[in-house]
């Protein structure tokens, strides 16, 4: 039997507390959901359940093997994830960036790994920042690239730079003739909402609000309007869309851009070397970070 089968059940059964419902969810018998928590026990050397009329309830011990069965489950599922799809390759390194990063520092960090680690399998997702840091912490990803992370104890924060945004308009050029009639509202991080809400406060909400520049940019496309965008993207934008115009006098907005990585990961070789690539990749082009 699978150590992974007995930590998926023990944990799916600190979920249901019934064995019946387990085993439903699992698509075993009953039987089945019982040897296996009898087996975990034995090799614990402790109960992890009580059985009453109500169903199954934790034992302290099971309580306290329950945050290692979390470990467990994800580092089987690392290793399975690792071994499956780097086939072929030395190594493999799994990067979470801000979907705001998609179309600019995603191709250069895809240049940077090929030209120095040609034999390594990278996975590249993107995301939000707080599902960034939920993956980070269970140890789906190795690094994380992104805007707002929140303190853990058992992650790495470092800031890396600022990436600036622009407003930009397919009606006007100046600051002047922007109106919240065909502005859209970005809301690309708490912190980008404050500085806005600061420098705009006549704008703090336009007619339509998005919270991914990607949107912002369809709707661009579809509708026309103002919205401020990733500084790094509007050359390629305005190849697109002929109209589309800086408003020069409109206040730049910097978000602060960090890196994290697990405290118990970033020192190893692989992960250590990632890091390097993506403080060099990151700074790059990009405003330095002051912080206040």
Partial sequence: MLANELVETFLDLTKTLNFNQTADRLNVSQSTISSRIRVLEDQLGAALFTRGRSGAKLTPAGERFQAHA????????????????????????????????????????????????????????????????????????????????????????????????????????????????????ASYSPLFERFHRDLLPGLTRGAMTVGYEGLSVELLRNRGGTAYLPEPQIARLQEDLPNLRVVDDAPMIQQPLYVAAHVRRRHRQLVAAGLKIVREVAGKGQEPLVLS
């Fill in 70 to 185: 979390h470990e467990l489950f994800n580092a089987w599922a690392r290793a399975m994830r690792d071994v499956s799809e780097a086939e072929g390759f030395e190594a493999s390194l799994y990067i979470s960036a801000q979907l705001s990063l998609v179309n600019s520092l995603f191709y250069d960090l895809i240049d940077a790994f090929d030209q120095r680690m040609p034999k390594l399998f990278l996975k590249l997702e993107a995301d939000y920042s707080a599902q960034i840091m939920r993956d980070l912490s269970a140890g789906e990803i190795d690094i994380g690239i992104l805007f707002s992370p929140s303190w853990s104890p058992d992650l790495y924060i470092e800031p890396l730079s600022a990436l600036v945004f622009r407003m930009v308009s397919t009606q006007t050029d100046t600051m002047e003739e922007v109106g919240k009639e065909g502005y859209i509202y």
